[in-house]
């Protein structure tokens, strides 16, 4: 069986996934100690390695979770993605964007036999393409093949349009990419989350963990209520008085937030702000109120099970919107397991 170390683990999606998959993923690591709960409870055995990846002694680490030189190991990496996003406006300290370089110092230091990077699009684009370069002539150097591309995730049973950039890489031989699973109609937001008992904002269900939704001020809940329900928008709304003055006064910006998902058909994309009604097209198909984290779980298709820990509404809202979706890891670590047999590992 592959042994993984997730670096930059998060709330666990990527390793969920693998582990799905049948992955042995025996530790995440994450400078971000408030993850600890959400990963290590629904992650076991894997370990939650608090460390900032920058520090990390990758021999004593490989030692400290029992991977032995003759296993085969795969390195998975879910690199900050903010540096990279085309919607960050705002210059970037290089240290950040250098995170995908620290972790190319990792694979060339004690190498792998795969490799998964997952980030957003701008990764492979003007907005980072030299640190991307930088990191593949890491790979070509240690012996790598890598296939990259950007999926969207609906094409792998996930109800959410979230496209990022993919790659795959092997010492075995060519990488290979997972094609997609979902045939011609991606699932959606009814499918996944039609079934959860009704709330008001500021209401929570004890039938589900994490089934609450954030509490709304009686001027977003007046918005709210007067956007029509199954996808539609603020500027829906005929009296516009009751919009924010932001909006009023330019209606074409942003103009997902305060927008309703629409029952038949995938999600938007989910954020770290996806449970707030004025960050987006986040608020339920017909209740009056924003989507609930547990919701926003089932969207990014982790398991009612999977029970997220934090000290605050939004602490827990990151840790859902961030992740990888649990159905796309399982695709990516099949697609690493395939790889195995093929090279006869």
Not at 102 to 109: G, K, L
Not at 205 to 230: F, G
Not at 291 to 300: D, F
Not at 325 to 334: F, I, Q, S
Request: proline share 6%; with cysteine.
């Amino acid at each position: 069986m592959i042994k993984a170390i997730d670096f930059f683990c998060g709330a666990g999606g990527l390793t969920r996934g693998l582990l799905d998959a049948g992955i042995n993923v025996v530790a995440g690591v994450d400078n971000d100690e408030r993850l600890r709960d959400t990963y290590e409870r629904n992650n076991k055995p894997s370990l939650f390695v608090k460390k900032d990846v920058a520090e990390i002694d990758i021999e004593a680490l490989r030692k400290k979770v029992g991977v032995q030189p003759t296993d085969t190991t795969l390195y998975a990496a879910c690199t900050p993605c903010q540096p990279f996003s085309t919607l960050n406006r705002t210059k970037v300290d290089d240290n950040q964007k250098a995170l995908l370089l620290v972790f190319a110092e990792i694979v060339a230091q004690s190498p792998p036999d795969f490799v998964i990077v997952e980030n957003v699009p701008g990764l492979n684009n003007a907005i980072g393409l030299d640190i991307y370069k930088r990191f593949e002539a890491v790979l070509v150097g240690q012996g790598f093949k890598a296939d990259a591309a950007l999926l969207d995730a609906k094409h792998f049973g996930v109800p959410q349009t979230r496209r990022r950039f993919i790659l795959i890489a092997s010492t075995h031989g060519p990488a290979r990419l997972p094609a997609p699973t979902t045939a011609e109609r991606p699932r959606t937001v009814r499918e996944h989350i039609g079934k959860y008992p009704r709330l008001a904002d500021g209401e929570d269900s004890a039938e589900y963990a994490n089934h609450a939704a954030r509490a709304l001020p009686l001027h977003h809940r007046r918005i709210v209520e007067a956007v029509p329900p199954n996808g539609g928008s603020r500027r829906d709304v005929e009296d516009t008085s009751i919009l924010l003055k932001c909006h009023q006064e330019r209606p074409d910006a942003h103009k997902d937030v305060f927008g309703r998902m629409a029952w038949d058909a995938p999600s938007p994309t989910l954020t770290c702000r996806c449970t707030d009604v004025y960050c987006g097209r986040f608020i339920h198909p017909e209740q009056h109120r924003g989507i609930s984290l547990r919701e926003a779980a089932a969207l990014q298709t982790f398991d009612d099970s999977y029970e997220f820990f934090g000290s605050s509404f939004l602490e827990k809202s990151r840790q859902i919107g961030n992740a990888v979706p649990v159905r796309l890891a399982k695709e990516l670590g099949k697609a690493v397991i395939g790889l195995q047999r093929e090279a006869g590992q």
